[in-house]
């Protein structure tokens, strides 16, 4: 595990997008794994900015994103889908037919996840997998608790996800209290991770995740084990670690 110092968010964001940027020039036809909430913004920020000066081409990149709400129909201001069109898959070249998100109007949780793991399975696997860190150590909606061995899956969000995403929609009420999920053993099969982490209330559940023991209860923490981790974080969330 490797783990780079980031001076604050926006210095952050740039070393990550370097990171992923580099991956798209050495590997043009790459499948990226993507993320959203309010961390990974920067980054694509900075990607926008570097394609609109000709230094990246997305034409031949196909994406993979962790999870969607379930009962979220691709048009809700909210959506994952709506997220990334807006943040990046709208800026840049990226062909539409290459970007995958899971199905959030699937009401069938079986056929939902089987066919999201049909289509990781068909394009290769996923070369590099961007990550951000929930407060309870979840990576994607993997709540605490969550099997390493599962693939894609319907999850129940805990109340603190529930909370940290009140801010987004109009009331309580609206929050989603499901979601569909890419699993552990498919992030972990990915060949690269790349893990952004920024704020000072991350600081204690990333030294959880990186120097705790390894368990379920902190899902994050399964990332010891892959050979091949970047985190890159700010001084704020690293001033739990030496």
Known sequence: MKIIRAKDYRDMSRKAANIISAQIIMKP?????LATGSTPVGAYE??????NKGDLDFAGVTTVNLDEYRGIAKEHPQS??????????????????????PDGMEADAEKACRAYNEII????????????L???GHIGFNEPGTAF????????????TKKANQRFFASDEDVPHQAYTM?????????????????????EILKAAVEGPISPAVQASVLQLHNHVTIVADEEALSCLP
């Open 29 to 33: 036809d790459c499948v990226l794994g």
């Open 46 to 51: 900075q990607l926008v900015e570097w394609y």
């Open 80 to 101: 994952y889908y709506r997220f990334m069109q807006e943040k990046l898959f709208s800026k840049v070249n990226i062909r539409p037919e290459r970007t995958f998100i």
């Open 121 to 132: 399975e068909k394009i290769g696997g996923i070369d590099m997998q961007l990550l951000g």
């Open 134 to 136: 929930g407060h309870n």
């Open 149 to 160: 061995e599962a693939q894609t899956h319907l999850v129940e969000l805990t109340e603190s």
């Open 183 to 203: 699993g552990i053993k498919t992030i972990m099969q990915a060949k690269r991770i790349v893990v952004v982490v920024s704020g000072r209330d991350k600081a």
